[in-house]
């Protein structure tokens, strides 16, 4: 039986640690859809085109081009999982801190559509602590963040920290 899962996030910017998910995805499901949520209501520091494009990149450097793809998504995440035909959503689940979340999110999906299970993966333990937020906020305050996101990742989270600095007069 060949399972679609949807591996759905913000991914502002995408870490190791998701990269980490996606790969241990691709293992377990024939395929594997990234679903990069707009959520505006986050106030993402990249545009969806370009977490899209970061993503995309970092699959193809990982090898995982052929098996995992990337598509931006607006809307219900269940609405978005039945439109790839997929059956099972990806999710990572950190901590126990995370679990109370994850938890009532996998209780409403499921109430929208019985059909898709949520599945939760724990990354690497040396993956366990980062986060999207936590790798903006380091390097906002200079922090070196190089060991949590890709190269070109970092080259493009420095860029937009700098145009913001210089937009708020702070460099």
């Known amino acids: 039986m060949e399972i679609t899962a949807v591996y759905p996030g913000t991914f502002d ?11 241990r995805a691709s293992k377990l499901c024939a395929h594997v859809v990234v679903g990069v949520a707009s959520n505006p209501k986050k106030k993402p520091l990249f545009s969806l085109e370009e977490r899209v494009a970061m993503i995309r990149q970092e699959l193809a450097a990982e ?43 996998a209780s409403m999906n499921r109430s929208l559509d019985p059909e898709v299970e949520s599945v939760f993966l724990m990354p690497g333990e ?7 937020t936590l790798v903006k906020e380091v390097a906002i305050l200079k922090g070196d963040v190089s060991r949590f996101i890709a190269p070109h990742v970092l080259a ?7 145009e913001i600095r210089q ?4 460099d």
């Open 167 to 170: 937009e708020r007069g702070l």
């Open 13 to 23: 910017p995408v870490t190791k640690g998701h990269l980490d998910l996606m790969r």
């Open 63 to 105: 090898g995982l081009a052929e098996r995992v793809v990337v598509k931006g998504f607006e809307g219900l995440l269940v609405d978005f999982a039945r439109e790839q035909n997929a059956k099972v959503l990806i999710r990572g689940m950190r901590a126990v801190s995370d679990f109370e979340f994850e938890f009532q999110l």
């Open 126 to 132: 040396s993956f366990s602590f980062i986060s999207s």
């Open 156 to 162: 493009a989270l420095q860029g937009k920290i700098s």
